[in-house]
């Protein structure tokens, strides 16, 4: 499942050319588009707010799913 792409035309440094042709190579992908939403996917994963992790969609859906109190309810039973 692909979703829709976007063509961009970059400036990058040498290094960072030559990480992602180890990436590419590394992982046997077939350019540098690969490479690059490789990083980026890795990076969401381990670098971004919590929000923003699909494990937080996760337990957020199962937060909502649960029982909840109308304000009237909970004050019924807080007093």
């Known amino acids: 499942m ?3 792409m976007v ?3 970059i400036n990058i ?3 960072t050319n030559r ?3 180890i990436v590419k190579a590394k992982f046997g992908l077939n350019d540098k588009s690969q490479a690059i939403n490789l990083v980026v996917k890795e990076y969401e994963e381990t670098s ?5 992790k699909p494990e937080y969609k996760e337990k957020l859906t199962k937060i909502l ?4 109190l109308s304000r009237k309810e909970f ?3 807080v007093a």
């Open 19 to 21: 990480v992602l042709n």
């Open 2 to 4: 692909r979703s829709n």
């Open 48 to 52: 971004l707010e919590p929000e923003l």
């Open 13 to 15: 440094e040498e290094n």
């Open 75 to 77: 004050e019924k039973e």
């Open 65 to 68: 799913k649960g029982k909840h």
């Open 7 to 9: 063509q961009a035309v």
